[in-house]
């Protein structure tokens, strides 16, 4: 499913270190999302989807974010029991269709 907006264009500025810019934009070109950073200029990124959007929010806090807190969401999240759908069982009588 593709999200846009049509003839509008969000902006968001985000007072980023210099140092931590140009990890953000190297890291966002690896992940394909769209961006530009040019010298002396800010980091511009294009978010068009759904995913692009958490990427460039879990990249943004993986450089910006303090240390415990980014410890604090691993632990959380190791917390957290995994479902897996092949593991659940099925009532009888059911079908999946």
Same mark, same amino acid.
């Given at each position: ?8 264009q969000l902006n968001s500025v ?7 810019? /140009? ?7 690896q992940l394909d999302v769209s961006?530009?950073?040019?010298? &002396? ?8 989807? %759904?995913?692009? %959007?958490?990427?460039? /929010? ?6 910006? %974010? ?19 759908? %092949? ?5 009888? &009588?059911?079908?999946?269709?």
């Amino acid at each position: 499913m593709e999200f846009s907006i049509p003839d509008t264009q969000l902006n968001s500025v985000l007072q980023i270190d210099r140092v931590e810019r /140009w990890n953000i934009y190297s890291r966002l070109q690896q992940l394909d999302v769209s961006c530009s950073c040019s010298n &002396g200029q800010p980091l511009r990124v294009e978010v068009t989807t %759904a995913s692009s %959007a958490v990427q460039l /929010w879990s990249v943004v806090q993986q450089f910006t %974010a303090p240390r415990h807190t980014l410890i604090e969401r691993l632990e959380r999240c190791r917390q957290k029991p995994m479902k897996s759908p %092949a593991s659940s069982p099925r009532k009888r &009588g059911t079908s999946s269709r």
